[in-house]
């Protein structure tokens, strides 16, 4: 069972579903749809997203997401997503700035939604240990 715990405010009204479907569509394309996996996906404002792009990126960049994986398969991918003591494989966490994705739906001309799936599908990419340059 692939569960995807949201986490927003009332400010932000992003579709859970569409956030859902991105994570699960994405798992299952790349294989990793089978057992219990679970992702994180938070929606934040602009601030809490400056916050945490200036701790862990330090690019000076606006962000409209960050992935946070559970285990870094960069280093040794021999040792990631072990066994965990439930047998739940989380895979890390998604984080979402609301204002950035409208200003990227708008740049992009496309629906907020399309947006929120495009960036959260390549997020979970992301979380499964694929990178691009």
């Avoid at 404002?45 to 946070?68: A, I, P, T, W």
């Avoid at 997503?81 to 739940?88: A, I, K, L, Q, T």
């Avoid at 740049?107 to 960036?119: A, K, T």
Wanted: one cysteine or more; aromatic letters at 6%; glycine letters at 8%.
């Amino acid at each position: 069972m692939i569960n995807v715990l949201v986490s927003t405010d009332t400010r932000y009204p992003v579709n859970r579903k569409v956030i859902r479907r991105a994570v699960a569509t994405t798992l299952e394309a790349h294989g990793a749809g089978a057992g219990d996996v679970e992702v994180s996906v938070s929606v934040v404002g602009e601030r809490k997203m400056d916050q945490l792009c200036k701790k862990y990126m330090n690019d000076g960049k606006k962000h409209e997401v960050l992935s946070f994986p559970f285990e870094d398969t960069a280093v040794d991918s021999s040792k990631a997503f072990m066994n965990s003591p439930d047998g739940v494989l989380r895979l890390g966490d998604i984080i979402l700035c609301w204002g950035q994705v409208l200003l990227a739906a708008a740049r992009d001309g496309v629906m907020v939604d399309d947006e929120v799936y495009l960036l959260t599908a390549h997020s979970t990419e992301h979380l499964l240990g694929k990178h691009h340059e």
